[in-house]
């Protein structure tokens, strides 16, 4: 059963540092993009940054761009996001997202096939 569970949420002060994790199960994380997405309370869910499969091609959101990074770990199954520099107004629960694909490329809007549970970011004084 494919899993995505992500982790290394929580409370930091702006101007700081968080790396997300997302674990993958039940897959081989080889043959698929991942994706992360952002929801705040009472706005829009938002996507936020992709890695293509071998990790050739990455995007990110402008509101990101300049200071997340998006890796990953196909050894490990692991996909992380670096977040530094972090605004008040990156507070939300983060979830990461896969798609199968074979090309190794990404965008962040069609990630969307399997989705975590997310993990929370609070970025406050």
């Known amino acids: 059963q494919l899993q995505l569970v992500e982790s290394g949420g929580g409370l930091v002060q702006p101007g700081g540092s968080l790396r997300l994790s997302c674990a993958a199960s039940?897959?081989?994380?080889?043959?698929?993009?991942i994706g992360w997405f952002r929801q705040a309370p009472g706005k829009e869910r938002e996507g936020v940054s992709c890695i293509s499969r071998r990790g050739s091609s990455t995007n990110y959101a402008d509101s990101v761009k300049g200071r997340f990074t998006i890796s990953r770990d196909n050894a490990k199954s692991t996909v992380y996001l670096q977040m530094n520099s972090l605004k008040p107004e990156d507070t939300a629960v983060y979830y990461c997202?896969?798609?199968?694909?074979?090309?190794?490329?990404?965008?962040?809007?069609?990630?969307?096939?399997?989705w975590g549970r997310g993990t929370q970011v609070t970025v406050s004084s």
């Open positions: 997202t896969a798609v199968l694909t074979v090309q190794d490329i990404c965008t962040i809007i069609n990630t969307q096939e399997y």
């Open positions: 039940g897959f081989n994380l080889d043959y698929y993009a």
